[in-house]
C-alpha cells in the first residue's frame, strides 16, 4: 500500500522560511516523479513545483520560482520543499504527489495517482 505523509508545516512569518517533508513508503520514490501542490481556501489546487526520477529536471511554478527550492533524497525515501521569502498567499494546505509516468512540466494535478494527506502552511503579515 502506497503512503505519502507530509511534515514540517506550520505558522511564519512574511519573509520568513519552511521546510516541509514527503515521505513515502510502498513504493520506490527514485522511480517516480515528485511534486508539490498547494490549495488555498475556495481556490483549485495549484501546482508548486516537481522534480524528475534521478533529479536531473526541476519545473516550479511562476509564483514560487525564486524562492521554493525542491529536492530529493532517494536514499530515505523523503523529498523536501525549501520555502523562502514567504509571503502571505503562500498561505495554503501542501501537499505532496508521485507519479511514475508524469513529466515534470505536468502542472495538473489529475495527472498524479499518489497523494499525502496535507500539511497547513501559514504565513502571518
Known amino acids: 500500500q502506497v503512503e505519502l505523509v507530509e511534515s514540517g508545516g506550520g505558522l511564519v512569518q512574511t519573509g520568513g522560511s519552511l521546510r516541509i517533508s514527503c515521505a513515502a513508503s510502498g513504493l520506490t520514490m527514485s522511480s517516480y516523479t515528485e511534486a508539490w501542490f498547494r490549495q488555498a481556501p475556495g481556490k483549485e489546487r495549484e501546482f508548486v513545483a516537481a522534480i524528475s526520477w534521478g533529479g536531473s529536471a526541476i519545473y516550479y511554478g511562476a509564483s514560487v520560482k525564486g524562492r521554493f527550492t525542491i529536492s530529493r533524497d532517494d536514499t530515505k525515501n523523503q523529498f523536501h520543499l525549501q520555502m523562502s521569502s514567504l509571503k502571505p498567499e503562500d498561505t495554503a494546505v501542501y501537499y505532496c504527489?508521485?507519479?511514475?509516468?508524469?513529466?515534470?512540466?505536468?502542472?495538473?494535478?489529475?495527472?498524479?495517482?499518489?497523494w499525502g494527506q496535507g500539511t497547513q502552511v501559514t504565513v502571518s503579515s
Open positions: 504527489a508521485a507519479d511514475r509516468l508524469v513529466a515534470v512540466t505536468t502542472t495538473s494535478a489529475r495527472a498524479y495517482d499518489y
